[in-house]
């Protein structure tokens, strides 16, 4: 198993930045696929980005794409999420998690590891 942690949440004005980290425990952490999930009062679990061992990144939207970065230092047991040009509509719980199986990014219910979740507050 792995135990998995994040900081660098936190309250931000929109268009400004933050990056999250999330660190993980043990000593397989390169062979697992990383990924991040938002979510907001209301409404369900949102899958935000992933990368694979090897580096390979996936968004689900051009939105995504265009301010969030996922990155790894697998050196370091650590995935990175980085916000730029934030929006209200960004504001949710950020949550890290680990998919050593191969399960799918868009049924989070099935993945297998999570940390315990940053809050993210863009102000208008």
């Known amino acids: 198993q792995v135990q998995l942690v994040e900081s660098g949440g936190g309250l931000v004005q929109a268009g400004g930045s933050l990056r999250l980290s999330c660190t993980a425990s043990?000593?397989?952490?390169?062979?697992?696929?990383m990924g991040w999930f938002r979510q907001a009062p209301g409404k369900e679990r949102e899958f935000v980005a992933a990368?694979?061992?090897?580096?390979?990144?996936?968004y689900p939207a051009d939105s995504v794409k265009g301010r969030f970065t996922i990155s790894r230092d697998n050196a370091k047991n650590t995935v990175y999420l980085q916000m730029n040009s934030l929006k209200p509509e960004d504001t949710a719980v950020y949550y890290c998690?680990?998919?050593?199986?191969?399960?799918?990014?868009?049924?989070?219910?099935?993945?297998?590891?999570w940390g315990q979740g940053t809050q993210v507050t863009v102000s208008s």
């Open positions: 043990g000593r397989t952490f390169s062979s697992y696929a």
């Open positions: 990368i694979s061992w090897s580096g390979v990144t996936t």
């Open positions: 998690a680990a998919n050593p199986y191969g399960n799918s990014w868009y049924l989070p219910r099935l993945i297998d590891y």
